[in-house]
């Protein structure tokens, strides 16, 4: 027991001397369909564009219609940020993507990656910022909702 | 070997005074004050990171004040678990300058902490990602399981921990074989690597802090280090390069034999009279049991003796071993020896067969050395070692006081003490016995003003 003391301190110092360093935290990606700022999700989304102007070509009567996109707000809670981005075409949601997507713990990694893929559903479905939400996922849902609603508000604007 | 021999080699190691051949030097205490600093230091950075994950918006939301609780205990108690690993390591610089037995004792003590640290961590984590969440705890836990990396591998983790915790409480292990409770202790090390992606993996104070997480990969494979170093590498190294076998089975007292070893290279093993080695017999049906036993004698190149009472289920068999049986060894242990005392003169103190590191620290003090020894047994036949002892007690010019006789005729206390040592209290105390025997002992002595710290005992009742 004559060492305690040795411990005792050496703790004391060992947390000061850590909380001294300036932080070094980054947030982090979240792996998400459509997080343009993620690697590897753009070449989905150039391809998809392609196949639309595609099957817009075969059509006769109109003149083909033009994909047009929206970005949302930049949302942030303590969580982690979001941007929603809109492809709209003919007046509807064909596609929800993000500029940005981070989350700034492991925990909030997957609780965003699980949950994104219903909040798109829905939104598609949906047609609307009305949506049901997933809970468990409470402050992702509502970032997500006030960012696609801007989006939608945009979008009606430049209509 | 020819019968002539072993008789040669038995009266050889007898009767001659030891010379001393390597006695190792005193340990360097400054070792085990810089692990103690760096214990300290380590358990100080693992709170600061706990502390850098919270932030006071974190804090104020739903499930925050649980989940940061959650992230402490799990953290603090993650750290614990790698320093109970660290103290029971084997490692030099703490077995040497604290000794095994306060080393256990120590490990005994911090465990249960660490581990009700952990049910807490997963607790408070389930009821904080709940509240987050809106879920009820039971329906948390198995999301928790089913969603978040290597939650499975860390709950099958913790319940191997709780399993060697619960086995060794006092009730458990009088029921359980040794080796059982061995093997299911084993596992931790299973535990601890299981529970490691989950850490990493989830732990906010891990992901995206490169820093962090190396800090943290560090103490588990610095950890995992020195254990496969000093607790595996080291003994199998020596008990190759030293290829000990068995050569003679001597009975010293009626319930107490002498085995006798050679080896190679004997001399390069640096130990101390007092100290101890985990024998392994290789034998079919013995091989995978190791005991602690302490060597009866300095080593005489090329020879090293233990005396083991010869009872239980692992010793009696050691009677019938046959010359030529291999042994392997892990040690030496144990800082029950001349070095811990605080001045020069002595009192040793066997009871019993407890009287086998006595007599080989009698070997082991210098010549000149002020030394008086008490030997305890409950006739004169039973005495161990009787003769040697008494050879190097006169050669040391030394006194030796034989209590002879059952507990009602042989009292211990103060008085009986100080009547038979009138300078007790300036002495250096060290006792070797039984654990009834030895609690009694040290109870009289400090009564008769030995003060605490000149008081060394060694218990080999783990």
């Given at each position: ?159 | ?160 921990l709780t399993a060697a915790g619960v086995t060794s409480y006092r009730f458990a ?290």
């Amino acid at each position: 027991m004559r060492r305690a003391p040795f411990v005792i301190t050496g703790t004391v110092l060992g947390t000061a001397a850590v909380l001294a360093v300036p932080s070094q935290g980054k947030p982090q990606q979240v792996a998400v369909a459509g997080n343009a700022a993620a690697a590897g999700t753009s070449t989905t989304a150039t391809k998809s564009t392609k196949t639309a102007s595609t099957n817009s070509a075969t059509t006769t009567t109109a003149k083909p219609a033009a994909a047009t996109t929206v970005t949302g707000s930049v949302v942030s809670n303590q969580y982690g940020q979001l941007q929603v981005k809109l492809t709209i075409k003919n007046g509807k949601i064909t596609h929800v993507g993000f500029t940005t997507f981070t989350a700034n713990d492991g925990h909030s990694v997957q609780i965003d990656q699980s949950s994104v893929p219903i909040l798109i559903n829905e939104t598609i479905a949906a047609q609307s910022a009305h949506i049901q939400g997933v809970s468990g996922a409470t402050y992702t849902t509502t970032a997500y909702e006030q960012s696609l609603q801007a989006a939608i508000d945009k979008a009606a604007l430049h209509a | 070997m020819s019968t002539a021999e072993r008789v040669r080699t038995a009266t050889r190691y007898r009767w001659t005074p030891g010379d001393n051949p390597r006695s190792a030097a005193a340990p360097d205490r400054r070792h085990g004050d810089a692990v103690s600093w760096l214990i300290g230091l380590g358990m100080g950075a693992t709170i600061a990171l706990g502390l850098r994950a919270e932030s006071l918006s974190a804090l104020h939301a739903a499930g925050g004040p649980a989940t940061a609780a959650g992230r402490m205990t799990g953290l603090v108690g993650t750290y614990l678990l790698m320093v109970l690993v660290l103290l029971v390591s084997r490692l030099p610089a703490l077995e040497r300058s604290i000794g095994h037995d306060k080393l256990v004792r120590l490990h005994r003590r911090i465990a249960p902490a660490a581990l009700v640290l952990l049910a807490a961590h997963g607790a408070l984590i389930t009821i904080g990602y709940g509240q987050a969440a809106k879920r009820a705890p039971l329906g948390e836990f198995a999301v928790i399981l089913q969603t978040l990396p290597g939650m499975v591998m860390a709950a099958a983790g913790f319940l191997l921990l709780t399993a060697a915790g619960v086995t060794s409480y006092r009730f458990a292990k009088r029921r359980l074989k040794h080796e059982t409770w061995w093997v299911i202790h084993l596992y931790t090390y299973l535990a601890v690597a299981l529970s490691f992606t989950h850490q990493i993996a989830t732990g906010t104070m891990f992901v995206n802090h490169p820093l962090a997480r190396a800090w943290w990969i560090a103490l588990l494979l610095g950890t995992a280090g020195v254990v496969l170093f000093f607790r595996v590498l080291v003994p199998i190294y020596r008990s190759v390069y030293h290829n000990l076998r068995v050569v003679g089975v001597y009975e010293e007292a009626p319930g107490a034999v002498s085995i006798i070893l050679k080896g190679r290279k004997v001399e390069r093993l640096s130990v101390n009279g007092g100290q101890f080695f985990q024998w392994r017999f290789l034998r079919r049906g013995i091989w995978w049991q190791a005991h602690p036993y302490s060597i009866s004698a300095m080593p005489m190149p090329p020879y090293l003796r233990i005396t083991v009472k010869d009872l239980g289920d692992h010793s009696a068999s050691l009677s019938r071993l046959s010359n030529g049986t291999r042994v392997a060894i892990e040690g030496p242990y144990g800082a029950f020896t001349r070095h811990a005392a605080s001045g020069r003169k002595f009192v040793l103190v066997g009871a019993g067969v407890g009287v086998t590191p006595i007599r080989a620290m009698l070997e082991d003090l210098p010549h000149g050395t002020d030394v008086e020894v008490i030997v305890r047994a409950s006739t004169p036949q039973e005495l161990v070692l009787d003769g040697e002892i008494e050879a190097l007690v006169a050669s040391r010019n030394g006194r030796l006081h034989r209590l002879i006789g059952d507990r009602d005729h042989v009292p211990i206390h103060a008085q009986a003490l100080r009547d038979l040592i009138g300078d007790l209290h300036e002495r250096d105390l060290y006792i070797c016995g039984p654990e009834g025997f030895t609690r009694r002992f040290i109870t009289a002595a400090r009564r008769a003003g030995v003060p605490p710290s000149r008081i060394h005992h060694e218990q080999f009742a783990f």
